[in-house]
T-cell receptor
Framework: GQQLNQSPQSMFIQEGEDVSMNCTSSSIFNTWLWYKQDPGEGPVLLIALYKAGELTSNGRLTAQFGITRKDSFLNISASIPSDVGIYFCAGGDSGAGSYQLTFGKGTKLSVIP | DGGITQSPKYLFRKEGQNVTLSCEQNLNHDAMYWYRQDPGQGLRLIYYSQIVNDFQKGDIAEGYSVSREKKESFPLTVTSAQKNPTAFYLC?????????????FGPGTRLTVT
């Protein structure tokens, strides 16, 4: 199956710094979702985007749905130690008759206190 | 308290044995999914079900089987035919928001086969 290109694969940042990660695809999606996974737990939905160009915030998190519908980015401002984890992007296209999501391989975030 | 439950959290089996992983949701979601997660591999879809008594193979269905007899339950059986069964297994369900589908995940089951 197809996978999204998510970058960077991993990043180490100082507490208080801002973080940016992105996802790109060769296919168009109608939905972009961003999840966070803590070690040994299931992913938790952070932000859902439904319209090209849409910019949505959830606390210190901001995500955008690319205008071409082939990409999305997630920004975290003023990082804190509990931001540590793996962040996954996912693209969805239920208009194609499928209930499936296509996932990126994740960005592993480490925050240095 | 609504959500998705997976049990057990950790499961150990001997090679050659079939094992069934439980997934229950009380969110009244129509669709349910099983994913496998290996380090550095992201999430790979095993099976999904859009309605009761119907399910479709995902990208890596070989060696696995599922059933969907009730809306709230979607158990996954890892058979002895699965060559590399040790992994973290995640169940998910999805709801129609009126615009698109959002998937929600359970806490996962870590299966170790020796």
């Amino acid at each position: 199956g197809q996978q999204l290109n998510q970058s960077p694969q991993s990043m180490f940042i100082q507490e208080g710094e801002d973080v940016s990660m992105n996802c790109t695809s060769s296919s168009i999606f109608n939905t972009w979702l961003w999840y966070k996974q803590d070690p040994g737990e299931g992913p938790v939905l952070l932000i859902a985007l439904y319209k090209a160009g849409e910019l949505t915030s959830n606390g210190r998190l901001t995500a955008q749905f690319g205008i071409t519908r082939k990409d999305s980015f997630l920004n975290i401002s003023a990082s804190i130690p509990s931001d540590v984890g793996i962040y996954f992007c996912a693209g969805g296209d239920s208009g194609a008759g499928s209930y499936q999501l296509t996932f990126g391989k994740g960005t592993k975030l480490s925050v240095i206190p | 308290d609504g959500g998705i439950t997976q049990s057990p959290k950790y499961l150990f089996r001997k090679e050659g044995q079939n094992v069934t992983l439980s997934c229950e949701q009380n969110l009244n979601h129509d669709a349910m999914y099983w994913y496998r997660q290996d380090p550095g591999q992201g999430l790979r879809l095993i099976y999904y079900s859009q309605i009761v008594n119907d399910f479709q193979k995902g990208d890596i269905a070989e060696g696995y089987s599922v059933s969907r007899e009730k809306k709230e339950s979607f158990p996954l059986t890892v058979t002895s035919a699965q060559k590399n069964p040790t992994a973290f297994y995640l169940c998910a369900s999805s709801i129609w928001t009126g615009v698109e589908y959002e998937q929600y995940f359970g806490p996962g089951t870590r299966l170790t086969v020796t």
